[in-house]
Structures are given as C-alpha cells and as structure tokens.
C-alpha cells in the first residue's frame, strides 16, 4: 500500500482558513480526514466516498468542505472560521479494497 500524502498545515489566526491536500493513487474507495490533538483521541472529521458522498463531523459542519481533483489524485479539506479547539494533527486515511492506508499528518495550530 502506498501512503497517501498529507500536506497544508501551518498556522493561522482563528477565524482565518487552511486548506489541507490528501493525495493518494490507486482504486480509492473512501478518503478520510481525522485529527488528533495533544492528550485526546483520534477523531473522525470528514468522510468522502468514491460516489461524492461527505459527512462530517458535528464539530466542523458548516465549516469544514471537502473536494476532490481527480486529475490530482487529491482529496482537499476547506477549513474556515478556524477555532483553537481545531488545532490538532491532521490525517488523512484511504481505504483501497477494503484495507486502511494512512498518511503521516500534517500540523495546524490555530492561535486565539
């Protein structure tokens, strides 16, 4: 399996917008955004299946959108109206025939 890229992170005011990248080929059924920050667990974000289907997590809905650039193989996470409680590592999963493949994490930090 090759790992999908992460790639975006920075710092930001809150209020302000990051836009992360997931790039990742190969037969991509889902591509997954979670985030972990220090001394809590890893948290399901946003979800997008191969159809085009996104959820999200109640925290981010709203603010949070997820697109695809097929010519790219890359999966991008909008995220606005950036909030402290947002910082955290950020991950992105793929799932390719039914086996998760994760990348590596990129870091927001979001200052008040």
């Known amino acids: 399996q090759v790992q999908p890229v992460e790639s975006g992170g920075g710092l930001v005011q809150a209020g302000g917008s990051l836009r992360l990248s997931c790039a990742a080929s190969?037969?991509?059924?889902?591509t997954y955004w979670y985030r972990q920050a220090p001394g809590k667990l890893r948290e399901l974000v946003a979800t997008l299946t191969s159809g085009g289907t996104t959820t999200y997590a109640d925290s981010v809905e709203g603010r949070f959108t997820l697109s695809r650039d097929n010519t790219k193989n890359t999966v991008y996470l909008q995220m606005n109206s950036l909030k402290p409680e947002d910082a955290a590592v950020y991950y992105c999963?793929?799932?390719?025939?039914?086996?998760?493949?994760w990348g590596q994490g990129t870091k927001v930090t979001v200052s008040s």
């Open positions: 999963a793929v799932t390719r025939a039914g086996l998760y493949s």
């Open positions: 190969g037969s991509i059924s889902s």
